[in-house]
Protein backbone atom coordinates (compact mmCIF):
# COMPACT_ATOMS: atom_id res chain seq x y z
CA UNK A 1 0.00 0.00 0.00
CA UNK A 2 1.80 3.57 -0.89
CA UNK A 3 2.46 5.88 2.04
CA UNK A 4 3.02 9.56 2.11
CA UNK A 5 6.64 8.09 1.75
CA UNK A 6 5.93 7.43 -2.24
CA UNK A 7 5.42 11.47 -3.17
CA UNK A 8 8.37 11.94 -4.72
CA UNK A 9 9.54 15.87 -5.81
CA UNK A 10 10.53 16.14 -8.91
CA UNK A 11 12.85 19.19 -10.29
CA UNK A 12 12.32 19.26 -13.96
CA UNK A 13 15.16 20.65 -16.33
CA UNK A 14 14.81 24.46 -17.18
CA UNK A 15 16.88 26.10 -19.96
CA UNK A 16 16.61 29.82 -18.86
CA UNK A 17 17.78 32.60 -20.96
CA UNK A 18 17.43 36.20 -21.64
CA UNK A 19 13.83 35.89 -23.77
CA UNK A 20 12.37 33.47 -21.36
CA UNK A 21 12.79 29.71 -20.03
CA UNK A 22 11.81 26.22 -20.89
CA UNK A 23 10.60 23.43 -19.58
CA UNK A 24 10.01 20.34 -21.66
CA UNK A 25 8.50 17.73 -20.33
CA UNK A 26 8.50 14.05 -21.53
CA UNK A 27 5.92 10.95 -20.72
CA UNK A 28 7.92 8.19 -19.29
CA UNK A 29 10.44 10.56 -18.67
CA UNK A 30 10.48 13.25 -16.19
CA UNK A 31 6.62 12.61 -16.22
CA UNK A 32 7.11 8.81 -15.01
CA UNK A 33 3.83 7.48 -16.68
CA UNK A 34 1.93 7.93 -20.19
CA UNK A 35 -0.33 10.52 -18.93
CA UNK A 36 -4.23 10.07 -20.61
CA UNK A 37 -5.20 12.60 -19.01
CA UNK A 38 -3.95 16.86 -18.64
CA UNK A 39 -6.34 19.76 -16.73
CA UNK A 40 -5.60 22.52 -15.13
CA UNK A 41 -7.15 24.86 -12.28
CA UNK A 42 -7.41 27.88 -12.21
CA UNK A 43 -9.14 31.08 -10.71
CA UNK A 44 -9.60 29.74 -6.83
CA UNK A 45 -10.30 32.02 -4.26
CA UNK A 46 -7.71 32.71 -1.95
CA UNK A 47 -6.90 30.10 0.46
CA UNK A 48 -9.71 27.77 -0.96
CA UNK A 49 -9.10 24.35 -0.79
CA UNK A 50 -9.54 22.19 -3.64
CA UNK A 51 -9.11 17.98 -4.08
CA UNK A 52 -9.83 16.48 -0.98
CA UNK A 53 -9.82 13.16 -2.28
CA UNK A 54 -7.74 10.02 -3.24
CA UNK A 55 -7.80 7.82 -6.27
CA UNK A 56 -7.86 4.01 -6.40
CA UNK A 57 -5.80 3.58 -9.49
CA UNK A 58 -4.42 7.07 -10.65
CA UNK A 59 -1.18 8.61 -10.48
CA UNK A 60 -0.90 12.61 -10.54
CA UNK A 61 1.91 14.93 -11.34
CA UNK A 62 1.25 18.45 -10.24
CA UNK A 63 2.97 21.44 -11.67
CA UNK A 64 2.25 25.02 -10.33
CA UNK A 65 2.41 27.17 -13.56
CA UNK A 66 1.72 30.26 -11.68
CA UNK A 67 1.55 31.74 -8.14
CA UNK A 68 1.70 28.76 -5.29
CA UNK A 69 -0.44 26.15 -4.15
CA UNK A 70 0.14 24.52 -0.44
CA UNK A 71 -0.36 20.32 -0.95
CA UNK A 72 -1.49 18.03 1.59
CA UNK A 73 -1.33 14.66 1.21
CA UNK A 74 -2.19 12.22 3.82
CA UNK A 75 -2.07 7.92 4.01
CA UNK A 76 -4.39 7.82 7.01
CA UNK A 77 -0.93 7.33 9.50
CA UNK A 78 0.77 10.33 7.70
CA UNK A 79 1.11 13.27 5.96
CA UNK A 80 3.21 15.42 4.67
CA UNK A 81 2.90 19.11 3.07
CA UNK A 82 4.48 20.00 0.28
CA UNK A 83 4.64 23.79 -1.74
CA UNK A 84 4.72 23.95 -5.30
CA UNK A 85 5.91 27.62 -6.12
CA UNK A 86 7.97 26.97 -9.16
CA UNK A 87 7.06 25.75 -12.70
CA UNK A 88 10.49 23.66 -13.01
CA UNK A 89 8.95 21.53 -9.82
CA UNK A 90 6.54 19.12 -9.88
CA UNK A 91 5.51 16.17 -7.22
CA UNK A 92 4.29 12.64 -7.82
CA UNK A 93 1.37 11.89 -6.27
CA UNK A 94 1.04 8.02 -6.46
CA UNK A 95 -2.54 6.14 -5.91
CA UNK A 96 -4.28 5.79 -2.67
CA UNK A 97 -2.82 9.04 -1.27
CA UNK A 98 -6.15 11.41 -0.05
CA UNK A 99 -4.68 15.02 -1.45
CA UNK A 100 -5.31 18.46 -0.99
CA UNK A 101 -4.97 21.62 -2.70
CA UNK A 102 -5.06 25.10 -1.05
CA UNK A 103 -4.43 27.85 -3.45
CA UNK A 104 -2.19 31.08 -2.74
CA UNK A 105 -4.37 33.34 -4.75
CA UNK A 106 -7.02 32.87 -7.49
CA UNK A 107 -4.03 33.79 -9.80
CA UNK A 108 -2.56 30.39 -9.19
CA UNK A 109 -2.63 27.72 -11.68
CA UNK A 110 -2.13 24.14 -11.37
CA UNK A 111 -1.73 21.91 -13.88
CA UNK A 112 -1.93 17.99 -13.58
CA UNK A 113 -1.17 15.28 -15.34
CA UNK A 114 -3.24 11.78 -14.34
CA UNK A 115 -2.25 8.52 -15.34
CA UNK A 116 -5.84 7.77 -16.32
CA UNK A 117 -8.72 8.92 -18.01
CA UNK A 118 -11.73 10.30 -16.29
CA UNK A 119 -13.57 7.64 -14.25
CA UNK A 120 -16.01 9.30 -11.66
CA UNK A 121 -15.57 5.37 -10.06
CA UNK A 122 -11.79 5.97 -9.62
CA UNK A 123 -12.42 9.03 -6.70
CA UNK A 124 -12.87 7.73 -3.17
CA UNK A 125 -14.36 11.04 -1.43
CA UNK A 126 -14.76 11.18 2.39
CA UNK A 127 -11.94 11.41 4.51
CA UNK A 128 -13.74 9.14 7.18
CA UNK A 129 -14.39 6.70 3.63
CA UNK A 130 -10.94 6.64 2.41
CA UNK A 131 -9.47 5.82 5.84
CA UNK A 132 -12.12 2.69 6.70
CA UNK A 133 -10.89 2.06 3.07
CA UNK A 134 -7.22 1.74 4.44
CA UNK A 135 -7.80 0.32 7.83
CA UNK A 136 -9.41 -2.87 5.82
CA UNK A 137 -6.58 -2.93 2.96
CA UNK A 138 -4.05 -3.34 5.94
CA UNK A 139 -6.27 -5.69 7.77
CA UNK A 140 -6.76 -7.71 5.02
CA UNK A 141 -2.65 -7.30 4.23
CA UNK A 142 -1.71 -8.57 8.00
CA UNK A 143 -3.85 -11.77 6.97
Known amino acids: MTTVGDIKIIDFKCFSESDGSLVPL ?5 IPFDAK ?11 KKRGEHAHYTTKQVLVC ?3 ACEVLCKDGKAERKIILDSPSQ ?4 PEMI ?3 QIYASPETILLV ?3 TKYNRDDYIEGWQHYKRLRIKSEDNKNR
Open 37 to 47: RVFYVYGVSDK
Open 98 to 100: WDE
Open 65 to 67: LNG
Open 113 to 115: FSS
Open 26 to 30: EFNKE
Open 90 to 93: GILI
